[in-house]
């Protein structure tokens, strides 16, 4: 799948911001710090469609954009570092889990991981979440290109086993070199197209 044309939508700062119009989304989730931004810029091929920053927890909003006017990429807040009050982090995570459950047109989450980190508390808590909610999900490893072919090995093992799931089920990034995106791209198009068969 190519991406011809991205752009920005809307943001949604309460649950009355959240879309519900039918038009299929993919969400991005994962500690603060850990390159959706950057990852959702190379995805679309572009530099600044994404917001990107140095300060840890910047996004605070569940960020909507177009894609190819046919699908949406929702960039949901990062958890993990953000330095506001626990009222602030309650009602991010309460914005997150509103859109997680109320949204009817999510197909999947990506959940990012650092490849060069291991599965936190937090990311290990967001993936029972979904689990447990039965929301589909898949993994992404980022930040590759950090690291050599070995380690790449030795990491994705470690974050298998900590996650009790297969490496398989682990796709690696990296946005600066590239790495992954073309078979991210197909996997999102092969969700769009089961999508369109199911609904003829």
Not at 75 to 88: C, E, I, M, N, R
Not at 114 to 122: H, V
Not at 163 to 176: A, D
Request: aromatic fraction near 8%; hydrophobic fraction near 40%.
């Amino acid at each position: 799948m190519n991406i011809t044309k991205a752009v920005y939508k809307t943001s949604a700062v309460d649950k009355t911001g959240i879309l519900n119009d039918g038009v299929p989304e993919f969400a991005f989730v994962g500690r603060s710090n850990v390159g959706k931004s950057s990852l959702i810029n190379a995805l679309v091929n572009q530099k600044r469609l994404a917001k990107t920053s140095s300060t840890a927890g910047l996004t605070k909003m569940v960020n909507y954009f177009d894609i190819n006017d046919s699908f949406r990429f929702v960039d949901l807040p990062g958890y993990g570092f953000a330095k506001v009050g626990k009222g602030q982090l309650d009602v991010w995570a309460s914005l997150m889990g509103e859109y997680l459950l109320t949204s009817q047109s999510l197909l999947t989450v990506f959940v990012l991981l650092d490849i060069r980190i291991k599965p936190t508390e937090l990311d290990k808590a967001m993936i029972n979440y979904l689990v447990y909610h039965n929301i589909p999900f898949r993994l992404l490893a980022t930040k590759c290109d950090k690291l050599s072919r070995a380690q790449q090995n030795k990491s994705i093992e470690i974050i298998a086993k900590e996650l009790n799931m297969r490496k398989e089920f682990i796709i690696l990034t990296s946005s600066e070199k590239r790495q992954g995106i073309e078979t991210l791209l197909n996997y999102m198009e092969g969700v769009l197209d089961r999508l369109a068969q199911s609904d003829e």
